[in-house]
């Protein structure tokens, strides 16, 4: 979601807050701004639109303040205006802000009443004003924030500057990230490791509920109490995360690209490659084989490796899986059994609704389980054991490699299960951990077909709408390319079990319709030949992904036929997401939409 940065520095800050801004891209944003202490007044520069604009902005308006903040908005409360860009400010105080005040209406009217007059839409103004008010009552600024942050409800960060305090800056995180970072004469503060790493390798991840007040010579933290706690410095290494896009056109072309090499990277964290075993982390606070059922939640695409893993963990443990999307299992107050497994799926492990759902999981006296991409992420830090996907930095808004290393996460995980539980054999642990060892070489086929792909894409971007099947594990599949296509391309896509095409999605097949068919040479094989003839049968246009004997013995006419390699039902879903993924790639590069950041979606869902 939206990102911020904070510095009190020993230099002009503006251009290097925005440099630390451009690292935040990849969250989403539609506006942007940055304020600094000029004479210890407060001096604001905002833009509509990218990063761009914000930078012209300051060439012809710069800022020369030493202490500053800046953030990319991502609108929640107010249209992406210049107006309702952050920082939001008094004339005493300069805020920026990450998440929702759920109570910012009844904050509004009081201040309202107390004479204060908003500029914005937003529910982040409220904070300056609150702020503001307790000012100008005589408090200092600390106790200023100190008074407001219990009155605030929701889940946010905030970091502000304040007329006059020129070596001073104040933060606060409840539900929202936010991390401290230590310099030579200098902090800083960031939503994440990222935006710090040009600045330092050196920092404090606060914990929720914490605030902190900054010097340039140290830092103070308070819990939600308002006790001095001590949080540990860590060393960072998202230095190593400052990508670039080499030679691709997007990040999300390099990510696909790179999805043989992290998974590799994956796969050697859960395998033991010469003895072809999985091996988990030692101590593991669960037994397999007492489980009697495990729970996953999960949001987006996360969700869809979850339910790819319900398959998995179903057919080779013979542990019934409960799968929720993480916004519906949060309220369902589903009843739970104490001691069940619950694993919670997330690339930046700060998704709000699955935070939410692990908290109910522990309180229902669950052992908590994280497949992650960021170990210092909140899920991580709240869970009683992390399986981290080694993907890197996803920078680009529409999964990929974060998606196919959660699959390799979860098909380990689940064949440990099966080989804890007796239900396969040495030999059968040998053989899917083989195959597995496969996967990253059936990637780099995989991507050999990009040029096929590609030219596929321009016929698929001339249609206003598509379908997807598919049957077994190549049903959440479905679900995922539609999810790629619409996120991206913004054509509208559904993805159905092959199925249910008869009860109902078969009213919209007609000979304008493309129905993209996943269905690799497999048991069910047959099955979805069936639901591909019905579709035939009223004149749709069948785009098939399958392998060579899927290919032959479909005998249905298709307007393309993408043939991926022959390889272990384990390995298509993992394997089949990348032509899925460039498919939708392509369509959005042909029709010319913003494939890295597409409208209205942000990186890092951190609310509601």
């Not at 539609?30 to 520069?45: K, N, P, Q, T, Y």
């Not at 290494?237 to 072309?253: C, I, T």
């Not at 894409?457 to 001339?462: E, V």
């Amino acid at each position: 979601m939206c990102g911020i940065v904070g510095i009190v520095g020993r230099e002009a800050v503006a251009s290097r807050l925005v440099g630390s801004l451009k690292r935040l891209e990849y969250r989403g944003y539609d506006s942007a701004g940055v304020a600094a202490l000029d004479g210890g007044e407060i001096r604001r520069v905002r833009a509509e639109g990218r990063l761009a604009a914000l930078a012209d902005k300051l060439e012809t308006s710069p800022l020369s303040g030493k202490t500053g903040i800046g953030h990319t908005r991502w609108a929640t409360h107010g249209a992406p205006t210049e107006a309702n860009a952050h920082p939001h400010a008094t004339e005493r105080v300069a805020v920026v802000h990450n998440g929702i005040i759920e109570n910012f209406r009844e904050l509004r009217e009081e201040m309202i009443a107390a004479g204060a007059r908003f500029q914005s839409e937003t529910d982040t103004e409220v904070v300056a004003h609150l702020v503001d008010h307790e000012l100008a009552k005589g408090y200092d600024p600390v106790t200023a924030v100190e008074r407001v942050l219990p009155r605030l409800t929701g889940a946010f960060s905030l970091a502000m500057i304040f007329k006059g305090h020129d070596d001073l800056l104040v933060g606060a995180r409840r539900g929202s990230p936010l991390a401290v970072g230590h310099g030579a004469g200098e902090m800083f503060l960031g939503s994440d490791a990222i935006a710090l790493a040009p600045f330092t390798s050196r920092v404090t991840y606060l914990e929720d509920g914490d605030w902190t007040v900054l010097t340039r010579e140290g830092v103070t933290i308070r819990d939600e109490y308002g006790a001095t706690v001590h949080r540990p410095i860590q060393i960072s290494q998202a230095s190593a995360l400052l990508v670039e896009k080499g030679n691709h056109r997007h990040f999300m072309a390099k990510e696909i690209h790179e999805q043989p090499e992290v998974i590799g990277h994956t796969l050697a964290r859960y395998i033991d490659f010469a003895n072809e075993t999985t091996k988990m982390p030692e101590g593991l606070p669960f037994d397999w084989t007492k489980l009697t059922r495990v729970v996953i939640s999960a949001c987006g695409t996360a969700y869809l490796s979850g339910l790819v893993a319900k398959y998995w963990f179903e057919r080779f443990a013979r542990l019934p899986v409960d799968i929720d999307i993480a916004s519906e299992f949060r309220y369902r107050e589903a009843p739970l059994d104490p001691g069940g497994l619950a694993i919670m799926i997330s690339q930046s492990g700060e998704t709000a609704d699955t935070l939410a759902a692990l908290r109910y999981c522990k309180a229902q006296g669950q052992t908590v389980a994280a497949v992650v991409n960021v170990p210092e992420s909140t899920i991580a830090r709240e869970s009683d054991v992390i399986f981290p996907t080694l993907a890197g930095p996803e920078i680009g808004v529409a999964s990929t490699k974060a998606f196919t290393c959660q699959l390799t996460v979860l098909a380990c995980l689940a064949v440990a299960a099966g080989r804890a539980r007796g239900v396969l054999t040495e030999t059968d642990e040998k053989r899917l951990v083989h195959a597995l060892t496969e996967t990253p070489r059936y990637m780099a086929e995989a991507l050999r077909l990009e040029p096929q792909i590609e030219t596929l894409a321009k016929t698929l971007g001339k249609t206003p709408h598509a379908l997807y099947l598919g049957r077994g594990t190549s049903y959440p599949l479905a679900l995922e390319g539609a999810l790629k296509l619409k996120e991206i391309s913004y054509i509208h896509a559904e993805g159905y079990a092959a199925g249910e095409l008869k009860h109902g999605p078969i009213a919209l097949i007609d000979e304008t319709m493309p129905v993209i068919v996943i269905a690799p040479y497999d048991r069910i094989f047959d099955k979805t030949v069936s639901n591909m003839q019905e579709v035939a049968a009223r004149g749709g246009r069948i785009i098939l992904f399958s392998d060579a004997k899927g290919a032959e013995e479909a005998a249905i006419g298709t307007v393309e036929t993408v043939v991926l390699p022959d390889m272990p039902a384990t390995l298509t879903p993992l394997v089949y997401a990348i032509p899925i993924q460039l498919l939708a790639y392509h369509t959005a590069v042909f029709i010319g939409t913003d494939v890295d950041q597409p409208r209205n979606l942000a990186k890092s869902v951190t609310v509601e």
